[in-house]
């Protein structure tokens, strides 16, 4: 939809990004060029610091008529971008050392390709190809993929996001297509999951962004313009280059902006229609009438959200018996209590429920998303948990299903089997703090706690095939976190392939269930005796259970194996690392008064498995 | 709002300069921003702003604000 004058300058008076955004996004207005660039001034004057990030494009049609549109989608998301057009054409001159892309150091690396520029035979109708040489044709365009990307992955340190551009027309045979033996669209579709399959498996950090999402979303008339084709080589409307700038912002900002762990949901007018203390539970709306079937929809969007990874926890005030028959007797309610990893349904004020919520999962409320739809409950969390993101339900019930789809930092770039099973893993801790409850009640100690859980270690090292997981770490992991330093999975694969850094992880299993990977360690050797604690990190969700000395005496043995004689660690504080203040100076280092200290294993008493109440296992220990 | 303030406005905003550098007798030679990727901008911009749909002929013509009032005049614009 257009935005009207009046419309407009309605527009020029929101007080956030996110706030446009989600209002853009649900009433579907598309803003022209000049309106684009006067809200981007807007939220220029708004907002002060924007997070810079650089992007590189490789493209073999004209990007820099995208470059509005990029710049208006980033602000949205509060970024900046510092973007840089390799020369026009896919050649690996762009992966040269020295060459101007390599030079910009781009974090997010955005490759502008189209078919025909990948394999000559698309150049033609691709009806007119035969089914058996199609297979030819597949691998030599895979291979070209690859080694373009290959070339670029080598060089450059960001995120790829690799994208081939959808053919502007329908397909060749027409409406029978879908029919066809020869079907293109078919084809297409094979190819493109090769393609993402290679890029999952054979490279980290590259992304294919598929554009038949964008057009399927808007529609291929609307995203194509063919004049813009013929006439400068540029194939996008307004509507669809603001799709795609979307669809690259949204990327960086999820790899970029701290990451959001959880989201915290109010329940009257959020979950359902109505309000369960007064309408009962059969009067609430929740079902498959209007406005009832918006609401099932919400909470269907909200259960894939959690299975992409995010945690799900309830802040509402209600009576928790009424709450509770919803959850567990309605027969529309599709969030369960299982769904949710933590809950405060209460009279208390909703920012001191996010925060006790937050000290409960041990996560920063700069993790926290918080959905609600009183004006009042929003101002307060806004006004008093600054680091908090708050969207605002929509008034309109149908409207609401999509209300978080515009929140950028709810896009993900990778799948860990721990996100997965996150929220199992909270209730698995629920059940941990109360079999201590009730040890603690007979008058055992902390230690019989611990002997209790039968814990288990599994200790790696130079493990690829983790990769995304450790990379995840470090990005995600403020509070136990040495160094706070942050790696994409190409940084790691790096130091995994040089033979003087050692990367280290762990995991942790019990009686309750198993942690996933929770820890790693970094250790770069400078010379033979030397070596460096680069980085030393742990999952708040192991805290007290002694797996981080565990941890690092395997570590330190594992060294004194290798022939390292001593350890030099630092201590960079941040806002949020306090936690591991002392670490170092408990674990036997010697410290200076900046937090930094060394230790000289030859000299140390390395403690054995038995000084933990846990088994430690893995191949170091063999 | 006369029709030329309008694409001045449209136009400033468009090539993000000041709404006193579009003059009218402006053209692409006079402006540093209304470049050959700024025409295309500003061609986005006169549809989307005008309600127009324009021929890809139409885009080298219009290469001065007298040209582009002209042939905004022609489409009845108001």
């Known amino acids: ?622 | 709002m006369s029709v030329f303030e309008k694409l001045q406005s449209i136009m400033a905003a468009t090539l993000e300069v000041p709404t006193n550098a579009i003059s009218e007798s402006s053209a692409m030679d006079s402006i540093e921003e209304w470049d050959s990727l700024g025409h295309v901008h500003i061609m986005v911009a006169l549809e989307q702003a005008f309600d127009l749909y324009m021929d890809v002929d139409d885009f080298a013509k219009l290469d001065s604000v007298p040209a582009i009032l002209q042939y905004l005049e022609s489409e009845s614009v108001s």
């Open chain 1, 1 to 622: 939809m257009k935005i009207s004058d009046a419309q407009f300058d309605k527009l020029l008076t929101v007080q956030s990004a996110q706030e446009l955004k989600s209002f853009l996004a649900q009433r579907r207005m598309v803003p022209s060029l000049p309106q684009a660039n006067t809200l981007r001034q807007h939220l220029g004057n708004l907002q002060n610091s924007l997070k810079k990030i650089r992007l590189g494009i490789v493209h073999t049609y004209t990007s820099e008529l995208l470059d509005p549109w990029l710049l208006f989608s980033a602000a949205l998301n509060q970024l900046d971008l510092d973007i840089y057009h390799a020369p026009y054409g896919v050649t690996l001159q762009a992966a040269e050392a020295n060459s101007g892309l390599v030079n910009h150091s781009p974090e997010v690396t955005l490759l502008l390709l189209t078919k025909e520029d990948l394999h000559p035979a698309f150049q033609k109708p691709p009806a007119g190809i035969k089914l058996a040489d199609r297979q030819e044709i597949d691998n030599q365009f895979q291979r070209t993929v690859q080694g373009l990307v290959a070339a670029l992955r080598d060089k450059l340190t960001g995120q790829l996001i690799v994208t081939i551009l959808p053919s502007p027309a329908s397909p060749g045979l027409g409406m029978y297509d879908d029919m066809a033996e020869n079907s293109e669209t078919l084809w297409w579709s094979q190819t493109k999951a090769c393609l993402a399959n290679r890029f999952r498996t054979e490279f980290s950090g590259v992304g294919l962004l598929d554009l038949d999402q964008l057009v399927m979303q808007i529609g291929r008339d609307s995203f194509f313009d063919s004049r813009l084709w013929y006439s400068s080589t540029f194939p996008f409307t307004s509507q669809g280059a603001l799709a795609v700038s979307n669809a690259v912002t949204s990327t960086a900002a999820s790899l970029h902006l701290t990451k959001a762990k959880v989201i915290a949901l109010d329940a009257d007018n959020t979950l359902w229609g109505g309000v369960i203390g007064e309408d009962g539970i059969n009067g609430i709306a929740l079902g498959k009438e209007y406005p009832g079937r918006a609401f099932v929809d919400f909470q269907k969007r909200l259960l894939s959200l959690q299975q992409r990874g995010f945690l799900l926890v309830l802040c509402s005030k209600n009576n928790p018996d009424d709450l509770n028959e919803v959850l567990v007797d309605h027969p529309h309610q599709v969030l369960k209590t299982e769904h949710f990893a933590a809950q405060r349904v209460n009279w208390l004020s909703k920012p001191d429920n996010l925060a006790s919520l937050a000290e409960e999962l041990n996560l920063g409320l700069d993790s926290f998303i918080f959905v609600d739809d009183s004006d009042h409950e929003c101002s307060a969390v806004r006004h008093s948990l600054k680091e908090v993101l708050v969207v605002q339900v929509p008034s309109r019930p149908a409207e609401i299903p999509g209300c978080l789809d515009a929140v950028a930092r709810l896009e993900i770039t990778a799948l860990t089997t721990e996100d997965l099973e996150k929220t199992a893993m909270y209730s698995q801790e629920r059940q941990r703090k109360s079999q201590l409850e009730a040890l603690t009640e007979t008058g055992s100690s902390i230690d019989d706690y611990l002997l209790s859980l039968n814990m288990k270690m599994t200790v790696g090292l130079n493990d690829l095939s983790h990769l995304s997981r450790l990379s995840q770490l470090t990005q995600k992991t403020n509070q136990f976190n040495l160094t706070t330093r942050r790696y994409s999975e190409q940084d790691l694969a790096e130091k995994i392939g040089d033979e003087n850094t050692f990367v280290y992880h762990f995991s942790l299993g019990d009686n309750f269930g198993d942690s996933g990977i929770v820890g790693l360690a970094i250790i770069e050797r400078d010379s033979g005796e030397k070596a460096q604690l680069d980085t030393f990190l742990m999952s708040c969700r192991v805290i007290g259970r002694q797996a981080e000395q565990a941890f690092l005496h395997t570590i330190l043995r594992d060294l004194r194996v290798k022939g390292v004689e001593a350890l030099s660690a630092e201590y960079i504080p941040t806002r949020k690392n306090v936690l591991v203040q002392s670490f170092l100076p408990d674990n036997g280092f010697n410290v200076t008064v900046d937090g930094s200290g060394d230790l000289s294993l030859a000299g140390t008493a390395i403690h054995t498995d038995n000084d933990f109440p846990i088994i430690i296992e893995g191949p170091l220990l063999q």
